[in-house]
C-alpha cells in the first residue's frame, strides 16, 4: 500500500514536471526547426535549422539588446545590493527619531501596486530629463522596499556586539556593513541578488513606458515589440527563437545557482 | 597604560536616568570590577568608557585626554565581549590581526604581534580556526588575545566568563588575574558574579539602580559593607539579616527582633539611639557551634528544620526572630533535619543597619 502511494506520489510528479518542463522543450525545439514544420507539435524535430537565429540577428540588434539588459541588470542588482543594505543597517541597527515610522512607509510602499506608481515615476522622469536613457532604467531601481526590509531582518540577528567589536577594532559604518555584516549574511544577499536581477531582466512593462530607441531597449523589451508588433512578419520561429535567447541567461544561471534559487524562493515566500 | 576618571558623569536614555551623577577615579594599572545585579548600570558605565555609549552629561579621562567625543578606535580601548563577538567569517588569526590591519600596520608587525599574544595565551594551535570550531573558553581566549595585540591604554572586560561552564570559569578567572600581573596593564572588568570581583578586582565598585553604593578592597567590601545593599550583594550565600530594635538593658546593648520572639544580649555598647529599628546582619560563617575561639560570642538556640549537605561543610536552616536564617557549619555537625543546636554568633561580626536608610551604623 505504501509503495502504491509512493508510485503514485512520483507519477503525478512526473506529470506536474512534464507540464512545465514541455512548453519550454518545445520552444527550444521549435526554435530549430523549419518554419513549415513548426505547426506539427511533435516532440521530436523535424528537420534542423539554425535560419530563425540568424534572421533575427538581421531583424533586430538583439546583441545590443543583451548587452543592455546585462548592463541594467547588473547595476540595478550590484545598487539595491549595496544600498539595500545601507538602509537596511540603518533600520535595524541605528537609532534615530523616527525609525519606524520610516520603516512602515517603506514596508507600506510594498503593498502599492506598481501601475499606480507608474504615472509619477514617468513624469519624474521627463523632469530629469532620463526619459529615452539607461539612467531611467537603472537609477530607480537602485533600492527596493523588499531588499531594505530583509536585510533589516538578516541585520536584526547579528549580535550588536560583533558590530561594537568592530567599531572598537576602527570599523567605520561602510566598513562594518561590507566587510563585517555581508560576509555574514550570504543568503540573504544570494536572495536579494537573484531576485533583483530576475525581476530586472524580466521587466517589460517600465522598458516600454521610458525607452523608445532601438539601441536602448533591452531584451524582454525588444523581443516583446519584435514578437507582437509585426516585424517579425508572423514568422513563428523568428520569434521563438528570440524567446529562447531571452531566457536563456535566466536557465543558464537556473542550472548553476539552483540551490540559491530554491533557497531565495522559499526563505521570500515570494513567486518571482 | 593610563587611569580612567569619571567626573559626575550621567546617563539618560529619554527621562530615564540610568547612571546618576557619578565621579571616581581608576588608577594606572590597577583591576577595578565593576559589579551589581542585572540592570544597574554597570555594563552602560564600561560603554561608556569604551565610547559605544554616549555620555549625558559630565567627562570621562582615559590618561589625560577627555574622551567624550572620540570615537571607540581613537580611545586606545580594547573590549573583550560576554557573546565573544568575534567575527565567524574571519579564522582566529584573522580576528585577532583585524584591528591592527585596519590600524596599517605591516604584515609582519601584525604576526610578530599575534604570534606574542598567542603565545602568551598558548592559543598558537588554534589560530587557523574559525569561531564555530571552537569550544566556548577557546573562543574567550581569542578574544582576549585580540585585545592584548592591541597594546591597548585600557582593558575592559563585558561579563567575559558568563557563557562558560563553572570549571571553565574558575580556570579563566585565573588565567586572567595571571594575565593582569603580565601585562601590568588598567583593566575594568564588569560582572555580576561576586565572587569573580571578589577574586579578580584590586578594587571593587558596587551599584545599585546607576548609583556606586560603595568603591573599595574586596575585603573591606566584605567585612565594611557601607550599606545594607553591599552586604547582601558581597558574600555567598547572602548575610542574614533580621529587622528589630536596639535597647539599653544594665548598660548593654539589647537586640529585639520586630516580633519580639527573639532576644539578643550584644554584649557590648555601640551607642545607638534608645528603640532605633534597625535590622541587624551575620554572615552564615560568623555562626558558629562552639564559642571556643569567639571574641563576644553571643549564644542562641536553633530549631534547625532544614540542611543542606555540601560534602566538607553544609549550612542549617533555622527561622529565628520571623526570618529564615542560615549557617554554614562542617558536615559533621549537621543531621537529619528538625533538630535542635546552640549556635554562636561572633559579637565581633555583626553588622548593624539602619532599617529606614539602609546604612551601616557600626
Known sequence: MRRLKKILFYFILTIAALTFLYPFYWMIVASLTPEENIGNLSLVPQGLTF?????????????????????????????????????????????FKGRNLLFFTIIFTMTLPFQITLIPNYIIMVNFK??????????????????????????????????????????GDLRIIFQILWPNILPSLITVGILTFMTSWN????????????ELMTMPQLVTLFAVGGRSEAQLGVKLASAVLLALPIIIAYIFLQKYFIQSMASSGIKA | MASVKFNQVTKSYGKQEVI??????????????????????????????AGLEEITTGTIEIGDTVVNKLPPKDRDIAIVFQNYALYPHMTAYENMAFGLKIRGMSKS????KVMKAAKILDIEDLLDRK????????????????????????????????NLDAKLRGQMRLEISLLHKKLQATMVYVTHDQVEAMTLGDRIIVLN??????????????????NQFVAGFIGSPTMNFMKGKIYQEDEIEVFISEDQSFRLSLNTVYGLNPYQNVILGIRPE?????????????????????????????????????????????ADELKDPPFSKKLYIEGERLHIFDADTGLNLM
Open chain 2, 20 to 49: 546618576q551623577s557619578t565621579s571616581f577615579e581608576i588608577q594606572d594599572k590597577e583591576f577595578v570590577v565593576l559589579v551589581g545585579p542585572s540592570g544597574c548600570g554597570k555594563s552602560t558605565m564600561l560603554r561608556m568608557i
Open chain 1, 51 to 95: 535560419d530563425h537565429y540568424s534572421d533575427m540577428v538581421e531583424k533586430i540588434p538583439i546583441w545590443r539588446a543583451l548587452f543592455n539588459s546585462l548592463l541594467v541588470a547588473t547595476i540595478s542588482t550590484f545598487g539595491v545590493l549595496v544600498f539595500g543594505s545601507m538602509t537596511g543597517y540603518a533600520l535595524a541597527k541605528m537609532r
Open chain 2, 209 to 226: 539602580k546607576g548609583v556606586i553604593q560603595q568603591i573599595d578592597t574586596p575585603q573591606n567590601l566584605y567585612n565594611h559593607p557601607t
Open chain 1, 203 to 214: 521587466d517589460v512593462l517600465w522598458p516600454l513606458i521610458v525607452i523608445r530607441q532601438e
Open chain 2, 286 to 330: 560568623h555562626i558558629f557551634s562552639s564559642q571556643t575561639l569567639l571574641k563576644n560570642p553571643l549564644q542562641f538556640q536553633a530549631e534547625v528544620r532544614w540542611v543542606e549537605l555540601l560534602g566538607h561543610e553544609g549550612f542549617a536552616f533555622f527561622d529565628l526572630g520571623g526570618q529564615q536564617l542560615s549557617a554554614r557549619l562542617r
Open chain 2, 109 to 112: 608587525v601584525i604576526e610578530e
Open chain 2, 131 to 162: 569561531p564555530k570550531a571552537m569550544s566556548g573558553g577557546q573562543r574567550q581566549r581569542i578574544a582576549i588575545g585580540r585585545a592584548i595585540v592591541r597594546n591597548p591604554k585600557v582593558f575592559l572586560f563585558d561579563e567575559p566568563l558568563s
Open chain 1, 130 to 171: 532620463w526619459v529615452d536613457t539607461l539612467a531611467a532604467l537603472i537609477v530607480p531601481a537602485l533600492n527596493s522596499a523588499f531588499a531594505i526590509l530583509l536585510f533589516r531582518q538578516a541585520f536584526l540577528t547579528i549580535p550588536d556586539d560583533l558590530i561594537h567589536a568592530a567599531r572598537v577594532d576602527g570599523c
